[in-house]
């Protein structure tokens, strides 16, 4: 059995403010292709499907033209479960109609049954659906025990159901949406617990040849080898700036044994964090991918007018200007005590040493005190 295992793919999500639609398309192509022909038997999408609970409409579309592209074009079979990002209802809609073409879409926690499905080579798996669960649902379904309180107690009861409502199928292949332990977090990931950390132990999920989870936006295992997060499909922070996004191909063999391969996908533009003096920058240092989404991190010790729009003109997709100088971290040579009983003039020139680490030029602090003195009366009381 081989089968593509990818995950939050957020569709209709923009990135400061500018819609990212046209990039998932970009790499959900290349997803399409690779699923065609590397001949996989099925394709999992393991949660947060769309990026919020009502998507916009052009991001239906797009998952509707991707759908129909696999499933009734190629003829793989796909499942889908929600993610916690996701309506569960939503993304449930019509789940048992669209199973007849081969489209296995879960969402609510109500049903147990798995997708069993046949691999080319022959090998049988079981494809158990755990979507995103909330304590709250779980502990709303019938016969749930006391003391849900938690992820780990509400996701330990959903497996103990589909493990309940197992087939005498050898291999079986868990496809969740949770935070397993040992995995690392990302800056755009939305935390599934206030106040706690949500966290389940990747020993719950023992007995799967393969768990194929969603919620970590790296790549990454948790806990196990075969315990393992696909990745989103594109960089959703800049603090993602440095992950290599892809989806992982996976082949089960008949004995269990699991390879996985990661094949990178290529965004339309990637996200970069570009670093130099504005006019460094805006001479061209960092021309390569100018098209890219950029944070630019300015290193002038001086004033900037007006440097984001002076950037897109040389970057168009700069979308967030940042000053290194800020990120010093202070001498303490603010004083702390009496401000108002300090001269102005000498009140700034400490600051001035606290961010920037060197004193002011004497040509500055004479500036200073001139525009002190104009602003000050004679008395040393404010005029404005
Ligand atoms: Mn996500």
Not at 66 to 80: D, K, Q
Request: charged letters at 20%; a negative charge; hydrophobic letters at 40%.
């Amino acid at each position: 059995m081989r089968f593509l295992h990818t995950a939050d793919w957020h569709l209709g999500r923009s990135f400061h403010g500018s819609s990212l639609l046209e990039d998932q398309a970009h790499v959900l192509d290349q997803l399409v292709d690779l699923a065609r022909q590397a001949q996989v038997d099925a394709v999992v999408v393991a949660g947060d499907i769309y990026d919020r609970a009502l998507p916009p409409a052009d991001a239906v579309s797009l998952l509707g033209d991707v759908l129909e592209r696999l499933v009734a074009g190629a003829g793989i079979p796909v499942l889908l479960i929600a993610g916690n990002h996701d309506s569960a209802e939503r993304i449930g809609f019509a789940g048992r109609i669209a199973e007849r073409q081969g489209l296995y879409l879960r969402g609510t926690l109500e049903r147990s049954d798995p997708v069993v499905l046949q691999g080319r080579q022959g090998t049988t798996v079981a494809f158990h659906p755990l979507p995103y669960v909330d304590p709250a649902q779980a502990r709303a379904l019938a016969g749930a025990p006391d003391g849900l309180d938690d992820h780990a107690a509400a996701v330990a009861h959903m497996l103990d159901r589909l493990r309940a409502a197992l087939p005498s199928v050898p291999r079986r292949v868990l496809v969740g949406h949770a935070f397993v332990a040992g995995g690392s977090e990302s800056e755009s990931e939305r935390p599934l617990a206030v106040g706690g950390s949500g966290m389940v132990p990747p020993g719950l999920f023992r007995g799967y040849d393969y768990v194929a989870l969603g919620h970590l936006h790296r790549p990454q295992r948790a806990g196990a080898d075969h315990i393992r997060y696909s990745g989103s499909l594109l960089k959703y922070s800049f603090h993602e700036a440095d992950h290599a996004k892809s989806v992982s191909l996976v082949e089960l063999a008949d004995d269990g044994a699991v390879t996985v391969t990661e094949h990178a996908l290529q965004p339309r533009r990637d996200v970069r964090v570009v670093s130099g003096t504005l006019a460094d920058l805006l001479a061209g240092a960092d021309l390569f991918g100018r098209d890219d989404y950029l944070s630019a991190h300015l290193t002038d010790d001086g004033p900037v007018l007006d440097p984001l729009a002076r950037l897109r003109k040389v970057y168009p997709h700069v979308m967030e200007v940042r000053f290194r100088r800020n990120e010093q971290p202070a001498t303490g040579a603010t004083p702390q005590a009496d401000l108002r009983r300090r001269d102005p003039a000498e009140l700034f020139a400490a600051f001035w040493q606290d961010m920037h680490g060197s004193p002011l030029a004497p040509e500055q602090a004479q500036v200073l005190r001139t525009c002190a003195q104009a602003a000050l009366g004679a008395d040393g009381q404010s005029v404005a």
